[in-house]
């Protein structure tokens, strides 16, 4: 029998938690302090200060203290939700959520210094791209940008790049979600773009566009046949982008099949 040689648990903290003592030392030495107290009281007002001890419960096990918040959350009644502009209720089927948001083996299967963990990673992008190219119609897609609003107005940049037609207004249909509406306002001034919001059903084209943005399904829940605007935007050279619910796609026209050029949304509830 050999005496077991591992360190005491109560040190463990001290050697992965933070600068060790003698480095916290070094630190005082180069700030000409005595100590972390002394620190505390140069760098925080004795005005703002709370001198009396916290009035906190017994300490918890994490087992308990879930059992605790659990407890408490099921006071709450929980409503549906109807604030629509894109915020949808969702439901995550099981086998869903356990073989790819919670299933380990797409980024751990290999040590993290060998290169091939980066293959589960790309296989999971590359699964995701998959599936919005067969949602939107459309022969290519990224893997990603930050939000919906985000992604529209790079697709605005995107088609004052491409389009030829040297116009530098773009339409934004009035349906579009207000946030989205917002961010593109704000992408537009820099660049010099005039944004033109309006009813797709009434414009008439009077002014040339390089490019249009068209909510599918509408900001308000309903849905719209936008080819005849899209084969309009087309006949000045504008290029078109659809921002669409990728759930909703299941069920209705893909955005390529409508004659978009560009699709864009939110993937949030996937």
């Known amino acids: 029998m ?3 040689k591992t360190a005491k648990i109560k040190d463990f903290p001290q050697r992965h938690i933070g600068p060790s003592s003698s480095d916290i030392q070094q630190m005082l030495v180069t700030l000409g302090i005595n100590s972390l107290d002394d620190l505390i009281n140069q760098t925080v ?3 703002i200060r709370f001198h009396q001890n916290l009035k906190l419960p017994t300490v918890q096990s994490e087992y308990a203290a879930l059992a605790k918040l659990k407890q408490i959350a099921e006071k709450n009644q929980v ?3 109807y604030i629509g502009m894109g915020y949808h209720d969702c439901i995550t089927p099981a086998v869903i959520q356990r073989n790819i948001l919670e299933n380990p083996g797409w980024y751990t299967a290999y040590t993290p210094y060998q290169p091939e963990i980066a293959q589960g990673r790309l296989e999971a992008l590359l699964n995701f791209q998959t599936m919005i190219i067969d949602l939107t119609g459309l ?3 990224n893997a990603s940008l930050l939000d919906e609003g985000t992604a529209a107005a790079e697709a605005m940049s995107m088609s004052y790049g491409i389009c030829k037609n040297k ?3 773009f339409f934004v249909s009035s349906a579009c979600h207000p946030q989205t509406i917002d961010v593109l306002q704000t992408r537009a001034k820099p660049l010099g773009i005039n944004i033109i919001i309006a009813d797709h059903q009434t414009f008439d084209f009077s002014e040339t566009i390089f490019g249009a943005i068209l909510q599918y399904p509408a900001t308000d829940g309903k849905i719209y046949d936008y080819r005849n605007f899209i084969e309009q935007s087309h ?3 504008a290029l078109v982008t659809i921002a669409a619910d990728p759930l909703s796609l299941t069920l209705l026209t893909p955005p390529g099949e409508l004659g978009a050029d560009i699709a864009v949304g939110s993937t949030q509830r996937f």
Do not use: K, L, T
Request: charged content about 15%.
């Open 139 to 141: 022969e290519i897609a």
């Open 167 to 169: 116009s530098h207004n």
């Open 79 to 81: 409503y549906r939700s």
């Open 45 to 47: 007002p004795d005005s």
């Open 2 to 4: 050999f005496p077991a």
């Open 235 to 237: 006949a000045q050279g």
